[in-house]
């Protein structure tokens, strides 16, 4: 079965930068849209950044041109670059992945990770 497992998240100061890992087992994600989405205590989920299998990306306004998002198809590996964090980004990352080939829904249809907690400092 699909199984997403994330890693890097952690604490850091204002203006650091961490990595964050998707590790994906259970299918071949080469053909599937992924993302990464956040949450912080009492705001809605938001969608942090989407790559759709053709490499085309899309990010949010409040982190555009600070992170990157890239896949690894051979390693089957989702990751998230970021960097100059600030105090506000602090949240819940989750790696979400779509289960249809040629979908893009993960809001609604996605199966998402566990989470990674992201804490900024200033």
């Known amino acids: 079965q699909v199984q997403l497992e994330e890693s890097g998240g952690g604490s850091v100061q204002a203006g650091g930068s961490l990595r964050l890992s998707c590790a994906a087992s259970?299918?071949?994600?080469?053909?599937?849209?992924m993302g990464w989405f956040r949450q912080s205590p009492g705001k809605e989920r938001e969608e942090v950044a989407i790559i759709y299998s053709d490499l085309r990306t899309t990010y949010a306004t409040s982190v555009k041109g600070r992170f990157t998002i890239s896949k690894d198809n051979a390693e089957n590996t989702l990751y998230l670059e970021m960097n100059s964090l600030k105090p506000e980004d602090t949240a819940m990352y989750y790696c979400?992945?779509?289960?249809?080939?040629?979908?893009?829904?993960?809001?609604?249809?996605?199966?998402w990770g566990q989470g990674t907690q992201v804490t900024v400092s200033s």
């Open positions: 259970g299918y071949t994600f080469t053909h599937y849209c």
């Open positions: 979400v992945t779509e289960v249809v080939p040629g979908r893009c829904f993960l809001k609604t249809d996605g199966f």
